[in-house]
DNA sequence: CTGAAAGCGCTAACAT
DNA sequence: ATGTTAGCGCTTTCAG
């Protein structure tokens, strides 16, 4: 395919020494050689080995990112900002997705330091108590934590507010009215966010004297979300209002309503968390938690060059998030209570997120 | 971080060949070593150095894939597939993102060369006519191209047939009474596919006796879609039924047409391209042509696989699609025109897709 | 079945 | 300013 620098030093009639000079404008080359030089790279059409480079210097100047999906388009907005400040800084990125396997997550780790990544930018479903995070610690595995929310001192991720935020959320739901206020999530045991934005969720309507909030846990990743609310809408006090703990939840959620009957925001108020931007296009309008996702992207790479050229500072950074009002919210209605319509089988099909 | 094989061979008392064939399991080894180094291998948490193999081996068991964008959920589903058809033969993929910049090709594939990538799957916007794409050919590179439309020969491409697609898609505004029909598409010149589909949809109305529709191209990046919209309902005689390229360009479209007060599709029936997921959960439901996506990118590694072995047949692949009807259709009614509502200043921000 | 040794493409220390 | 050379971690002949 392309030639080796070995090639091009004979063609330009000088030592590999000076092409590898040239190419990587260390030292000095003589005007005269560095015209023959790149002329012969370009006659050859060389493009240098960068195998062969990192194996010389020890660095492949590349990150590995792993999330749990890029059909998540919070985490495709993130990769852009990733691959954006990667670039600038002259690095590759290696993506491996775990489809929320929290099995795959060692497997996709060793298998990008395999290839030798500089650096590692990570989503895992639980960061505090993380055997995989714990081993990436003590072999000093220079790693930036995204979305994650941790407490572990010395532990460094990218995150908003959670629990805030969540509170946050209560407060708009209290504020409207909302009494009856529940809270759907995927597995909070898988997602260390989710259980972050419950806590907050649950303090917030605390503080307004709501005590007996219940959360619904669903299976998120094929999200069958029509029947877990068929049965909480099917009580004799259904919610008013609906946390949904990311907005591609809250979306599907919506689109089971539809099927149920139930309107948003007449019969029930929606609030989602992320801010993706399909959220702003759909009707109604996604109210939502607004993550800067592209921000967080090129702040986790910027921490990760930090602490690889030594200037770490290694702890939790936060990003100011936005609830961002939309047209999912309204004031509690005094209407008559929702009817519920029998879910037309609506072949449920694997729609993973 | 992790030794070397050096290290291990000597933990365990034996050559670093042997450690290498046990690693590889190539050759044989006697049991009684076969665990000592086994051994020695959990014992220091030794992990190859895949650089080091690679640059001995000459391929790197990677695949360089490189799409417009991560944001537009279609790619991102493909991208499920490849990851997955590259994880079971065992490659890695290096992603790279062009935002749908054409200079940016180039450097991308040339990146990705340099890093050794043993195959390409790429998404060019011209495939007929590609300069990238002569290189690669006189260079002998292994690439398969994804959604791209050719016929040039030997150009290996995994694709829906567009034009027979497009074709269904006039046939059935026809059907529906539609005869004021126009598309809606990001720039001609910078997708084959957009070219492709706009010769099927022209082909199929004019088969209907329908000479004169209209197409509009537009910003697809930025997707400032309202004021073009604008201008065209402004028409005394404005189009009941909107063909979009794809997707996510229909979803914006339908938004932006909420603003102007014209209703989807009441006043205008609209079909998209692509069957990206999320078209099913929005209200209404978007009438679209399916592909199937993660099938493609599947196929597209099982091709750069063939090609990789020498059982290469380099050709374009076919893959069915399905026109999936939602609820953005409708036949053409004979209510008063639409009347116009000034579009809020909605400070369309930009909104990369 | 095993070990010694060459060498993949490149960089960097050293000598000139 | 330039060339010579060692060696990064690994696989793979080739002898034994």
Redesign the pocket.
Known sequence: MTP???TVAEHAG?????V??Y??G?????P??VERVRKAIEELNFR??VI??S????QTRSFGVMIPSLANPVFAEAMAGIQEGAKEAGYTTVITNTDYSIEEEPVAVHAMLSNQVDGLILTVTQADDNLLLDQLDSEQVPYVLLYNQTDKPGRCAVSVDNVAAAREVAERFLLLGHERVCMVTGRIAASDRAEARRRGFLDGLRSGGIDHASVVEVDFVNMDVTEVLHSLFASPAPPTALFCSNDALAIAVIAALRTLGIRVPRDVSIIGFDGISIGELIEPCLTTVEQPSREMGRTAVQHLLDILSGEATRNMVFLPHRLRTGATTGPVSDTAPVVLQNPKHHSQKENKT
Chains 1, 2 share one sequence.
């Open positions: 080796t620098i070995k000088v030592s590999i020494a000076t590898s000079r190419i990587n260390f030292g000095s080359v003589r005269a050689n240098p080995n062969g480079r194996l010389r210097t020890a």
